[in-house]
């Protein structure tokens, strides 16, 4: 099994540039999240989804873009890059949201 | 909003040894969920244990436990014969119902623990 997939797994970006950090699991896990992970932080929910066609906020989902239209894919997308929006990426899912976690191994973002 | 507070942000254990890595949180909820997870330098984020709020009993996997106090918001982890591979960051985090079938979890900061030879 492969699990969750997140592609890329590094990515640099020059200010102002928009782009799409993929993420995709074969679990058949009807919750998705995206979080943030910078320095002396921990992890921060930015959008999450508990079905196709169906996603929320979270704690910083400024500057993110979502969308669910199937049940095993989860893209983020980032409208115009910012370098506040360095950082580390990963998605995750779970079954029902309130089981454990199957998390990607994260994409590594720089904008410059 | 809740919040998690990991007031270690650095430890160190010999091998072998246990350590108990501190966790208390902020919440009006009665039914939530509190997990412990552990990133390695990988960066891999892997599951140690998970615990629910309604059940009284402290749950435990293998080497690891919990110590669960409900009424003082604290979700202590002891990890017992502490071996080199346990060397990560650990993550306390939160998990609340909100709305429609969703949850949102909230992580704490973070413990770096160091397993010393």
Known sequence: NAGVTQTPKFQVLKTGQSMTLQCAQDMNHEYMSWYRQDPGMGLRLIHYSVGAGITD???????????????????????????????????????????????????????? | AQT??????????????????????????????????????SRQMILVIRQEAYKQQNATENRFSVNFQKAAKSFSLKISDSQLGDTAMYFCAFMKPSGAGSYQLTFGKGTKLSVIP
């Open chain 1, 57 to 112: 906020q979270g704690e910083v989902p400024n500057g993110y873009n979502v969308s669910r239209s199937t049940t095993e894919d989860f893209p983020l997308r980032l409208l115009s890059a910012a370098p506040s929006q360095t950082s580390v990426y990963f998605c995750a899912s779970s079954n029902t949201g309130r089981e454990k976690l199957f998390f990607g191994s994260g994409t590594q973002l720089s904008v410059l």
């Open chain 2, 4 to 41: 998690v507070t990991q007031s270690q942000p650095e430890m160190s254990v010999q091998e072998a040894e246990t350590v108990t890595l501190s966790c208390t949180y902020d919440t009006s909820e009665n039914n939530y969920y509190l997990f412990w997870y552990k990133q390695p330098p």
